[in-house]
Nanobody
Framework: QVQLVESGGGLVQPGGSLRLSCAASRSIVSFYAMAWYRQTPGKQREWVAT???????NYADPVKGRFAISRDNAENTVYLQMNSLKPEDTAVYYC?????????WGQGTQVTVSS
C-alpha cells in the first residue's frame, strides 16, 4: 500500500497563494492519474483537479484559471499551485492516487483563507 503525504497547507489572506505537495512512498507512475480533493465540515468531499500519467489536466469549475496541478515523477510528488485564493477555498485538501486496483488517499492538509 503506497503512502501519500500532503503538506503546504496553512493560513493565507484572500488573494494570496499556496502550493500544496503530495509525496508518495513509491513511484507515482504506477497510478494512471493523481488528483486533489477538498472537504469542509458537513459537506461531501469535492473533486478539485486531476493529472493523468501523460500529464493531461482537468479542473473543477470553481478553481479553473486559479489552480494548477503538476507532477514530478522523479520526486514522486504531485503539486497543487493555488492562486487568487478565496475564503470559500478554505477546506482540508486531500491527495488521491488512482489505480486499477485500490485507490490511495493521503491524510489531508488544512488550508484556511481568511483576513
Amino acid at each position: 500500500q503506497v503512502q501519500l503525504v500532503e503538506s503546504g497547507g496553512g493560513l493565507v489572506q484572500p488573494g494570496g497563494s499556496l502550493r500544496l505537495s503530495c509525496a508518495a512512498s513509491r513511484s507515482i507512475v504506477s497510478f494512471y492519474a493523481m488528483a486533489w480533493y477538498r472537504q469542509t465540515p458537513g459537506k461531501q468531499r469535492e473533486w478539485v483537479a486531476t493529472i493523468t500519467s501523460r500529464s493531461s489536466t482537468n479542473y473543477a469549475d470553481p478553481v479553473k484559471g486559479r489552480f494548477a496541478i503538476s507532477r514530478d515523477n522523479a520526486e514522486n510528488t504531485v503539486y497543487l499551485q493555488m492562486n487568487s485564493l478565496k475564503p470559500e477555498d478554505t477546506a482540508v485538501y486531500y491527495c488521491k492516487g488512482l489505480s486499477v486496483g485500490r485507490d490511495s488517499w493521503g491524510q489531508g492538509t488544512q488550508v484556511t483563507v481568511s483576513s
